[in-house]
């Protein structure tokens, strides 16, 4: 099942419920925020082999928290009336001019504060 079709089982999934016309996204961001912190909970001031243990060890509970997320992911994009595929992929293509992976590779991070290179500025023109 792709995205667009989850996206539709999930517009049905609300309207079994006669959930189709409730709208707060507001609501929504605060629980996917929610589910952020669960993860963190489970990750919270350890190093990050020491992450990468506990996620070993609590699969169940972070598969969780992807499967929640994406719940609310997708109910806020049927909301707004996003395609959340074609957002994604449309991400994906932005990124891949961006951060080029042999760039990447050699400074290891986009972010400019972090001391990588973002070529978003390089890109829009
Ligand atoms: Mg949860």
């Known amino acids: 099942m792709d995205i667009k079709e989850l996206q539709n089982k999930l517009k049905e999934f609300d309207k079994a419920r006669g959930w189709e016309n409730d709208w707060n996204i ?3 961001l605060l629980n996917i925020t929610e589910e952020g912190g669960e993860l963190w909970d489970l990750i919270k001031w350890i190093d990050t ?4 243990e506990v996620i070993k060890e ?3 509970e972070a598969s969780d928290y992807i499967g ?3 719940f609310i992911l997708l ?3 049927n909301q707004m009336d996003i395609d959340a595929q074609k957002a994604l992929n449309e991400t ?3 990124y891949e001019k961006r951060m080029p992976p042999e760039i990447m590779k050699k400074v290891k991070h986009a972010n400019k504060h972090a001391g990588g290179i973002d070529n978003k500025q390089k890109w829009q023109i």
Request: proline content about 0%; glycine content about 0%.
């Open 49 to 52: 082999e020491k992450q990468k």
């Open 75 to 77: 109910k806020m994009a």
């Open 92 to 94: 994906l293509n932005e």
């Open 68 to 70: 929640d997320s994406l």
């Open 26 to 28: 507001k609501d929504l």
């Open 58 to 60: 609590k699969k169940e």
